[in-house]
């Protein structure tokens, strides 16, 4: 079981930067990959980022690379986002997950997720 809390989230102009939190605990802490997904207004969740479970390979989806980077922090046990960059189509809901195994970037794929945080991009 892991157990997942995002933070960081909040309002930003366009071009700015953002960096999103997620608090992982949990028994399976250090055996899992973690992954950032998003949903916009009317729209549904989409991959954003994800990360293997040392830590030693990053994915991205098209549209953010460049501008977001996925991180683990090993020593607070947390999963970061670092967003620059930001313009107003990144604006959404960001979803923290975890699963057991390797990196995927399908929702179904993944068994745990925190609550989500608003991130507003204004133009």
């Known amino acids: 079981q892991v157990q997942l809390v995002e933070s960081g989230g909040g309002l930003v102009q366009a071009g700015g930067s953002l960096r999103l939190s997620c608090a992982a605990s949990?028994?399976?802490?250090?055996?899992?990959?973690m992954g950032w997904f998003r949903q916009a207004p009317g729209k549904g969740r989409e991959f954003v980022a994800a990360?293997?479970?040392?830590?030693?390979?990053?994915y991205y989806t098209d549209s953010v690379k460049g501008r977001f980077t996925i991180y683990i922090d090993n020593a607070k046990n947390t999963l970061g986002l670092q967003k620059n960059s930001l313009k107003p189509e990144d604006t959404a809901v960001y979803y923290c997950?975890?699963?057991?195994?390797?990196?995927?970037?399908?929702?179904?794929?993944?068994?745990?997720w925190g609550q989500g945080t608003q991130v507003t991009v204004s133009s």
């Open positions: 997950a975890a699963r057991v195994g390797t990196w995927a970037t399908m929702v179904g794929d993944y068994a745990y």
């Open positions: 990360i293997s479970w040392n830590g030693s390979s990053t």
């Open positions: 949990g028994s399976t802490a250090g055996g899992y990959a």
